[in-house]
């Protein structure tokens, strides 16, 4: 597997919104060893979600997959996804992108959502999510839209970079 180069902010490709994809391209090897070498980037810079246009591709997919002492998100190929918030609980946390490295914000997502996308095989799959992730799921197809976390922040009072977020916010939970 190879580790693919990460677009950073101010590349035009995170700016892009991408088209569905042709759910015939699922099927063949490359678009397989995309998926394969989406995962092996992620967990090399130690992500929990990665989007096709930041590996520079133009395609409407993600790879996300997170593990945590509350949380679980197995590992998942969402192509073509789309989502709907469920109920009207937005909630304000921390995020962080690998495309804007070293930083942190507070951004309001919807607590709850149902996703409906194509997984790597090509099945249709409908699941919900909610809290982390559901900020997850929502922050990667915000990708796909060409939108940035820092689109969706209210303030940018809270911006960090992460070793001040550390420091300072991680601890408190606030």
């Known amino acids: 597997m190879s580790i693919l180069k990460v677009a950073r902010m101010g590349h035009p490709v995170l700016r892009k919104a991408t088209p569905l ?25 130690e992500g929990i979600g990665l989007a096709a246009p930041q590996v520079h591709e133009e395609i409407r997919m993600f790879v996300a997959g997170v593990a945590g002492p509350d949380t679980v ?17 937005i909630d304000e946390d921390w995020e962080g992108c690998l495309s804007i490295p070293d930083v942190r914000g507070r951004v309001p997502r919807a607590a709850e959502i ?23 799921i929502q922050h990667e197809t915000d990708h796909l839209d060409g939108i940035l976390f820092l689109d969706r922040m209210k303030s940018h009072e809270s911006l960090a970079f992460v070793e001040e977020y550390g420091r300072y916010w991680e601890k408190s939970g606030s």
């Open 21 to 45: 994809l042709d759910l015939s391209e699922i099927s063949k090897p490359e678009f397989q060893r995309l998926i394969d070498n989406m995962f092996d980037t992620m967990l090399e810079y």
């Open 73 to 89: 998100l197995s590992p998942v190929v969402m192509i073509n996804p789309e989502i709907e918030p469920i109920g009207t609980r």
């Open 114 to 136: 149902r996703v409906r996308a194509v997984d790597r095989e090509g099945r249709q799959q409908v699941m919900t999510a909610n809290d982390f992730p559901a900020r997850v």
